[in-house]
Nanobody
Framework: QVQLVESGGGLVQAGGSLRLSCAASGRTFSNYTMGWFRQAPGKEREFVAAIRWSGGNTWYRDSAKGRFTISWDNAKNTVYLQMNSLKPEDTAVYYC????????????????WGQGTQVTVSS
């Protein structure tokens, strides 16, 4: 059974940084796409970034390009989201997700989800 456990959220001032982690277990993820999504209060859950475990291809939403970096550590089966230059509009619950699909940016492509971690950016 796939399990995804996020950590690293918190409260940070605008311009600050956070690194989110997602520990994955339950299967071999070598052919999986790992994604980060976020959901702000009253809004739809939206794509943030994704990485293909094999090959390392990455995708980002436009507002994350140049500020966020997704990466993975094979030895630890962990995916990271380094978030720099954070803005108040980045405030949301951030979710890690896993998919065997190569389609990285659609929420519906991901059958496995973590419980989420809160990120709050104060102005």
């Amino acid at each position: 059974q796939v399990q995804l456990v996020e950590s690293g959220g918190g409260l940070v001032q605008a311009g600050g940084s956070l690194r989110l982690s997602c520990a994955a277990s339950g299967r071999t993820f070598s052919n999986y796409t790992m994604g980060w999504f976020r959901q702000a209060p009253g809004k739809e859950r939206e794509f943030v970034a994704a990485i293909r475990w094999s090959g390392g291809n990455t995708w980002y939403r436009d507002s994350a390009k140049g500020r966020f970096t997704i990466s993975w550590d094979n030895a630890k089966n962990t995916v990271y989201l380094q978030m720099n230059s954070l803005k108040p509009e980045d405030t949301a619950v951030y979710y890690c997700a896993a998919s065997s699909s190569r389609i990285a940016t659609f929420r519906s492509s991901y059958p496995y989800w973590g419980q989420g971690t809160q990120v709050t950016v104060s102005s």
